[in-house]
């Protein structure tokens, strides 16, 4: 299953601008850093939300999007839990801390 944002949600938050944040306060009614300490599932959902207004959605409409979204979805479809993409491991050949990793190195 492939996620729908290309972004992992590290690269959603650390590309938020100004006026993103003011649109999350308006309509969460908390800034971004009071979800991000206090409401895991809210920061994410406003993330989201973000995404959404980045594919042309009003403000309404995207926060309904980013609110019905189900926590988690066994049927493959759109969740909150796996709307970004995961991030991809670093390979790091001379400490492999990945399978891919390990067959790079050489072997002793």
């Known amino acids: 299953m492939t996620s729908p944002s290309p972004m992992t ?3 959603m938050f ?3 601008t100004g006026f993103d944040e003011i ?3 308006k309509k969460f009614g908390k800034t971004i850093s009071q979800l991000a300490q206090a409401d895991e599932l809210q920061f994410t959902r406003a ?3 973000i995404d959404y207004r980045r594919r042309g959605q009003k403000d309404d409409t995207a926060y309904e ?3 019905t979204l ?3 979805a066994a049927d493959g479809r759109d969740a909150v839990m796996t709307y970004f993409a995961k991030a991809q491991p670093e390979i790091m050949p001379e400490s492999p801390v990945t399978d891919q990793g390990k067959g790079d190195s050489p072997s002793n």
């Open 23 to 25: 649109a999350i306060t």
């Open 70 to 72: 189900p926590i988690d």
């Open 14 to 16: 650390d590309s938020l």
């Open 47 to 49: 993330l989201i939300f």
């Open 65 to 67: 999007g980013a609110m």
């Open 9 to 11: 949600g590290d690269e």
